[in-house]
């Protein structure tokens, strides 16, 4: 059973709507992170945060933006979304000291196509 | 900054046999953690094995074992007696001490053949 949870698992949207996608982990985890991937690529990290309101931009320049309010929830928003933006975004959690036995726990990603 | 090469983008294993996939990594952090993740083509990341940087031994979990080589930064994944349901992407990837997020590499998609 997943303890980190991402909704939706795919979204088809025209040009120039805002989205959000959400993330909710049960885990009480400090570290939280979205990652965007393209099909059978690699992960990029866009966003991570360490706590409430904490937020960080990552090593891949991203349009998104993203909130930290409560420990459980992560949401990502695009304010206009564009085809240039379709993918996989997938959101992780993590525990100080627990990475060794655990990793991170990801969620099972929503894959956004723009049209 | 930290980086991850897997040279292999796709191998091939027999059932029942064992195979190695390939990393590579680079970093200025004394202390650091290697993955490795497993993704299905459902999408999901599946986390598989862990190796720290100060760790003596190679890491295991099962079929899954990581040969961890410190002076050539190197922590390939070795997967014994391979099965069908092992077919799909393997991603390496290193854990830097500063922001604790993981830098992961291109990937190398196995495919388990009968």
């Known amino acids: 059973e997943a303890d980190i949870y991402q909704t939706p698992r795919y979204l088809v949207i025209g040009t120039g709507k805002k989205i959000t996608l959400e993330c909710s982990q049960t885990m009480g985890h400090d570290k939280m992170y979205w990652y965007q991937q393209d099909p059978g690529m690699e992960l990029h990290l866009i966003h991570y945060?360490?706590?409430?309101?904490?937020?960080e931009k990552g090593d891949l320049s991203s349009e998104s933006t993203v909130s930290r309010i409560r420990t459980e929830h992560f949401p990502l928003t695009l304010e206009s979304a564009r085809p240039s933006h379709t993918s996989q975004y997938l959101c992780?959690?993590?525990?100080?000291?627990?990475?060794?036995?655990?990793?991170?726990?990801f969620g099972s990603g929503t894959r956004l196509t723009v049209v | 900054a930290q980086k991850i090469t897997q040279t292999q983008p796709g191998m091939f294993v027999q059932e029942k046999e064992a195979v190695t996939l390939d990393c590579t990594y680079d970093t200025s952090d004394q202390s650091y953690g290697l993955f490795w993740y497993k993704q299905p083509s459902s999408g999901e990341m599946i986390f598989l094995i862990y190796?720290?940087?100060?760790?003596?031994q190679n890491a295991t979990e099962g079929r899954y074992s990581l040969n961890f080589q410190k002076a050539r930064k190197s922590a390939n994944l070795v997967i014994s007696a391979s099965q069908l349901g092992d077919s799909a992407m393997y991603f390496c990837?290193?854990?830097?001490?500063?922001?604790?997020?993981?830098?992961f590499g291109s990937g190398t998609r196995l495919q388990v053949q009968p």
């Open positions: 990837a290193i854990m830097d001490t500063g922001r604790r997020a993981l830098t």
């Open positions: 945060s360490y706590g409430v309101n904490s937020t």
């Open positions: 992780a959690s993590s525990e100080f000291g627990t990475e060794a036995n655990y990793g991170y726990t």
């Open positions: 190796q720290g940087s100060y760790d003596e």
